[in-house]
């Protein structure tokens, strides 16, 4: 029994310092793990930082989707300061930034790693009309308010496109832009304030882009009566309403007007009502008045009148 417990008492004496050389490598290996992971996350931070990885300039951001914007232009919109650290860069906050200016309708932006680079895909907001809030501008704040409009009523200032190089375009048959093959901006005017039609508009211009007559001016800074310049001559529509959408098919049955009628001879055509549509010729001198036959009732279910 004696020699028993000497014998157990010296092999739990090994054990306990086996046990205790254990703990020991345990804690040096996790020491030197500890220092390995600061090494390498030390060495991480000064790979990130070294200027490789840095967007220094704005020939780093790749942009794609674009068809009326310039690069330099999409470029200019992507709100960077540089130099910038390609990791500091968050992709959601730019592309949500750049969705929130007049020409992107929707963004996404990329980050690439070799080589350090940013990649912006966008699809533009077409331009369909000039926005020009009066008839004639007359200073400085009446020109900053002048810009292009979208299809949607969609608002975007007047240097949003400076790199298109304009040709003339006007609302009709195969002008609706992104349907030409050369692209070009559009040369519909709009004039009145925006609030005033901007509700209207996408319903509106909708019916205008499928007339065959084309419209050149929109005068809608009287809300009473909506004016249309064409090609058939000034068309006096009256306030826009639930009838509108009929008075421009009326308008466009109306295209061979000036087959029958000199569009010189023509005051203005009033389409208020559009079942009776009526071309108003201008006032006559009173010595001409007593020699001009009395107007007569044209074909195309619209009768002639003078003002």
Request: charged content about 20%; aromatic content about 8%; glycine content about 6%.
């Amino acid at each position: 029994m004696a020699s028993f417990g000497a014998v157990s008492q010296t092999e739990l004496g090994r054990r306990r310092q086996k046990l205790r050389q254990i703990r020991r490598a345990r804690l040096a290996a996790v020491v030197w793990q500890m220092l390995a992971a600061s090494a390498m996350a030390g060495g991480l931070l000064w790979w990130i930082a070294q200027p490789a990885w840095l967007i220094a300039r704005s020939e780093q951001v790749k942009v794609e989707g674009n068809q009326w914007l310039s690069d330099k232009a999409v470029r200019s919109l992507v709100p960077l300061s540089y130099p910038q650290s390609l990791w500091g860069i968050q992709p959601q906050a730019l592309a949500e930034k750049l969705e929130s200016t007049g020409p992107i309708a929707k963004a996404k932006v990329t980050r690439n790693l070799f080589p350090p680079s940013l990649t912006v895909e966008v699809a533009e907001r077409l331009p369909v009309a000039v926005a020009q809030p009066t008839a004639v501008l007359r200073s400085n704040s009446d020109k900053e308010k002048v810009g292009w409009l979208d299809a949607r009523g969609g608002w975007m200032p007047s240097d949003s496109y400076t790199a298109v190089r304009s040709q003339n375009s006007s609302i009709g048959p195969g002008s609706i832009p992104g349907t030409q093959p050369q692209l070009s901006l559009p040369t519909l005017k709009v004039i009145g304030p925006l609030e005033q039609y901007r509700a209207y508009w996408p319903k509106f211009y909708q019916g205008l882009s499928g007339l065959t007559v084309k419209v050149f001016e929109i005068n809608w800074q009287d809300p009473n009566n909506l004016i249309l310049k064409t090609e058939i001559g000034t068309v006096h529509l009256g306030s826009y309403s639930s009838r509108t959408a009929e008075q421009l098919k009326v308008l466009d049955r109306m295209r061979q007007l000036p087959k029958q009628l000199d569009s010189s001879k023509i005051a203005y055509i009033d389409l208020k009502n559009p079942a009776s549509p009526i071309v108003h010729l201008p006032e006559l001198p009173p010595s001409l008045e007593s020699s001009t036959p009395a107007p007569t009732r044209a074909q195309n279910r619209f009768s002639v009148n003078r003002r």
